[in-house]
Protein backbone atom coordinates (compact mmCIF):
# COMPACT_ATOMS: atom_id res chain seq x y z
CA UNK A 1 0.00 0.00 0.00
CA UNK A 2 1.31 3.36 -1.13
CA UNK A 3 0.16 6.79 0.02
CA UNK A 4 1.14 10.05 -0.83
CA UNK A 5 4.15 12.31 1.32
CA UNK A 6 1.46 14.18 3.18
CA UNK A 7 -0.83 11.02 3.96
CA UNK A 8 2.72 9.63 5.16
CA UNK A 9 3.19 12.87 7.54
CA UNK A 10 -0.13 12.85 8.81
CA UNK A 11 0.35 9.19 10.24
CA UNK A 12 3.74 9.99 11.44
CA UNK A 13 1.85 12.85 13.18
CA UNK A 14 -1.19 10.01 14.32
CA UNK A 15 1.84 7.70 15.77
CA UNK A 16 3.60 10.11 17.50
CA UNK A 17 2.36 9.93 21.83
CA UNK A 18 3.41 13.36 22.36
CA UNK A 19 1.47 14.44 19.23
CA UNK A 20 -2.10 12.35 19.65
CA UNK A 21 -2.21 11.41 23.69
CA UNK A 22 -2.40 7.23 24.04
CA UNK A 23 -5.43 7.93 26.10
CA UNK A 24 -7.39 10.13 23.26
CA UNK A 25 -6.43 8.35 20.42
CA UNK A 26 -9.24 5.96 20.67
CA UNK A 27 -11.88 8.50 20.18
CA UNK A 28 -9.79 9.90 17.32
CA UNK A 29 -9.13 7.11 14.85
CA UNK A 30 -13.49 6.83 15.63
CA UNK A 31 -13.35 10.39 14.72
CA UNK A 32 -11.43 9.71 11.67
CA UNK A 33 -13.87 6.69 10.16
CA UNK A 34 -16.84 8.85 10.97
CA UNK A 35 -15.68 11.57 8.61
CA UNK A 36 -15.38 8.60 5.96
CA UNK A 37 -18.82 6.37 6.95
CA UNK A 38 -20.91 10.03 7.73
CA UNK A 39 -21.44 8.38 11.10
CA UNK A 40 -20.25 11.12 13.48
CA UNK A 41 -21.63 14.96 13.30
CA UNK A 42 -20.10 17.86 11.95
CA UNK A 43 -17.64 19.26 14.81
CA UNK A 44 -15.76 21.66 13.21
CA UNK A 45 -12.51 22.67 15.00
CA UNK A 46 -14.11 20.88 18.26
CA UNK A 47 -11.89 18.78 20.55
CA UNK A 48 -12.03 15.54 19.38
CA UNK A 49 -11.88 13.50 22.54
CA UNK A 50 -14.44 16.02 23.94
CA UNK A 51 -11.90 16.53 27.34
CA UNK A 52 -10.22 20.12 27.08
CA UNK A 53 -6.94 18.69 28.65
CA UNK A 54 -6.72 15.40 26.82
CA UNK A 55 -4.74 17.06 23.84
CA UNK A 56 -2.84 19.60 23.76
CA UNK A 57 -2.11 19.62 19.89
CA UNK A 58 -2.50 22.49 17.48
CA UNK A 59 -5.50 22.09 15.04
CA UNK A 60 -2.77 21.88 12.10
CA UNK A 61 -1.49 18.71 13.18
CA UNK A 62 -4.63 16.95 14.16
CA UNK A 63 -6.07 18.12 10.88
CA UNK A 64 -2.51 16.22 9.10
CA UNK A 65 -3.24 13.43 11.15
CA UNK A 66 -7.26 13.21 10.32
CA UNK A 67 -5.80 13.19 6.62
CA UNK A 68 -3.67 10.56 7.38
CA UNK A 69 -5.92 8.13 9.11
CA UNK A 70 -8.89 8.51 6.86
CA UNK A 71 -6.20 8.42 3.64
CA UNK A 72 -4.93 5.06 5.03
CA UNK A 73 -8.27 3.54 5.95
CA UNK A 74 -9.75 4.28 2.37
CA UNK A 75 -6.34 3.13 0.62
CA UNK A 76 -6.29 -0.24 2.73
CA UNK A 77 -10.10 -0.77 1.86
CA UNK A 78 -9.43 0.00 -1.81
CA UNK A 79 -7.13 -2.07 -2.11
CA UNK A 80 -8.43 -4.78 0.36
CA UNK A 81 -5.65 -4.82 2.64
CA UNK A 82 -5.79 -7.22 4.81
CA UNK A 83 -4.93 -6.57 8.72
CA UNK A 84 -1.36 -8.20 9.01
CA UNK A 85 -0.41 -6.11 6.11
CA UNK A 86 -1.88 -3.10 7.87
CA UNK A 87 -0.29 -4.09 10.93
CA UNK A 88 3.37 -4.18 9.51
CA UNK A 89 2.10 -0.86 7.30
CA UNK A 90 2.08 0.89 10.57
CA UNK A 91 5.07 -0.68 12.35
CA UNK A 92 7.02 1.06 9.25
CA UNK A 93 5.26 4.17 10.39
CA UNK A 94 6.79 3.90 13.90
CA UNK A 95 3.07 2.87 15.64
CA UNK A 96 3.06 1.91 19.30
CA UNK A 97 2.10 -1.94 19.68
CA UNK A 98 -0.86 0.50 21.61
CA UNK A 99 -2.02 2.21 18.82
CA UNK A 100 -1.63 -0.28 16.03
CA UNK A 101 -4.03 -2.73 18.24
CA UNK A 102 -6.74 -0.26 18.22
CA UNK A 103 -6.29 0.97 14.10
CA UNK A 104 -6.35 -2.69 13.79
CA UNK A 105 -9.79 -3.35 15.52
CA UNK A 106 -11.18 -0.15 14.07
CA UNK A 107 -10.43 -1.37 10.68
CA UNK A 108 -11.62 -4.84 10.97
CA UNK A 109 -15.02 -3.55 12.40
CA UNK A 110 -15.93 -0.81 9.93
CA UNK A 111 -14.37 -1.66 6.70
CA UNK A 112 -17.71 -3.27 5.34
CA UNK A 113 -19.20 0.66 6.37
CA UNK A 114 -15.59 1.74 4.17
CA UNK A 115 -16.56 -0.01 1.93
CA UNK A 116 -20.08 0.82 1.65
CA UNK A 117 -19.65 4.28 1.31
CA UNK A 118 -16.54 3.96 -1.67
CA UNK A 119 -19.34 2.04 -3.58
CA UNK A 120 -22.27 4.92 -3.13
CA UNK A 121 -19.32 7.61 -4.20
CA UNK A 122 -17.82 5.57 -7.22
CA UNK A 123 -18.61 5.85 -10.72
CA UNK A 124 -19.12 2.54 -12.33
CA UNK A 125 -20.13 2.34 -16.65
CA UNK A 126 -22.76 0.06 -17.18
CA UNK A 127 -21.79 -3.06 -18.28
CA UNK A 128 -23.34 -5.59 -20.75
CA UNK A 129 -24.55 -8.75 -18.96
CA UNK A 130 -26.77 -10.20 -21.94
CA UNK A 131 -27.42 -9.98 -25.87
CA UNK A 132 -30.24 -10.49 -27.78
CA UNK A 133 -31.04 -10.34 -31.16
CA UNK A 134 -33.55 -11.27 -34.29
CA UNK A 135 -33.61 -10.74 -37.71
CA UNK A 136 -36.63 -8.74 -39.00
CA UNK A 137 -37.45 -8.28 -43.10
CA UNK A 138 -38.29 -4.72 -43.92
CA UNK A 139 -40.72 -4.40 -46.84
CA UNK A 140 -41.24 -0.65 -47.01
CA UNK A 141 -41.39 2.40 -44.27
CA UNK A 142 -42.62 5.29 -44.04
CA UNK A 143 -40.41 7.20 -46.07
CA UNK A 144 -39.52 4.50 -48.64
CA UNK A 145 -42.14 3.01 -50.57
CA UNK A 146 -40.20 -0.54 -51.30
CA UNK A 147 -36.95 -1.43 -49.38
CA UNK A 148 -36.68 -5.25 -49.45
CA UNK A 149 -33.65 -5.59 -46.83
CA UNK A 150 -32.85 -7.99 -44.05
CA UNK A 151 -32.58 -5.25 -40.75
CA UNK A 152 -31.18 -7.00 -37.54
CA UNK A 153 -32.59 -5.84 -34.57
CA UNK A 154 -29.78 -6.27 -31.81
CA UNK A 155 -30.86 -5.94 -27.69
CA UNK A 156 -27.99 -5.10 -25.07
CA UNK A 157 -29.07 -5.75 -21.53
CA UNK A 158 -26.58 -3.64 -19.01
CA UNK A 159 -26.17 -3.35 -15.70
CA UNK A 160 -24.57 -0.09 -13.74
CA UNK A 161 -22.41 -0.86 -11.13
CA UNK A 162 -24.34 1.03 -8.20
CA UNK A 163 -28.03 -0.72 -8.59
CA UNK A 164 -28.91 -3.49 -10.12
CA UNK A 165 -31.65 -2.49 -12.32
CA UNK A 166 -31.19 -3.85 -16.08
CA UNK A 167 -31.47 -1.32 -19.07
CA UNK A 168 -32.07 -2.28 -22.60
CA UNK A 169 -30.26 -1.02 -25.51
CA UNK A 170 -31.97 -1.63 -28.82
CA UNK A 171 -30.00 -1.14 -32.12
CA UNK A 172 -31.56 -1.69 -35.69
CA UNK A 173 -28.89 -2.22 -38.23
CA UNK A 174 -28.46 -3.78 -41.82
CA UNK A 175 -25.84 -7.03 -42.47
CA UNK A 176 -23.04 -4.37 -43.33
CA UNK A 177 -23.54 -2.52 -40.27
CA UNK A 178 -23.61 -5.83 -38.02
CA UNK A 179 -20.62 -7.50 -39.36
CA UNK A 180 -18.69 -3.70 -38.48
CA UNK A 181 -19.87 -3.99 -35.45
CA UNK A 182 -18.61 -7.72 -34.91
CA UNK A 183 -15.52 -6.95 -36.45
CA UNK A 184 -14.24 -4.03 -34.20
CA UNK A 185 -15.72 -6.04 -31.00
CA UNK A 186 -13.44 -8.93 -32.11
CA UNK A 187 -10.57 -6.36 -32.61
CA UNK A 188 -11.25 -5.06 -28.98
CA UNK A 189 -11.29 -8.48 -27.68
CA UNK A 190 -7.34 -9.47 -29.38
CA UNK A 191 -6.08 -6.32 -28.04
CA UNK A 192 -7.59 -7.37 -24.20
CA UNK A 193 -6.15 -10.47 -24.97
CA UNK A 194 -2.01 -8.53 -26.13
CA UNK A 195 -2.71 -6.36 -23.03
CA UNK A 196 -2.74 -8.92 -20.58
CA UNK A 197 -0.30 -11.40 -22.08
CA UNK A 198 1.99 -8.73 -21.35
Known sequence: ???????????????????????????????????????????????????????????????????????????????????????????????????IAIVSKFYQESRPRIEEQLKRISFHLPHIVDVDWRLDYCIKSDKVEKIDKPVYLVTLTTESGDCNEAEKITIYCTLDQLQDLVSKLKEAVKCLERISQT
Open 1 to 99: MELCSEALEGLQVAGDSNAIDDKCFDAFVQFAIGRITNDEEEEGDANICGDANAVQVDTASKKLALYGLVTMFVEATKHGVDVAVLQSFLEEARFSKEK
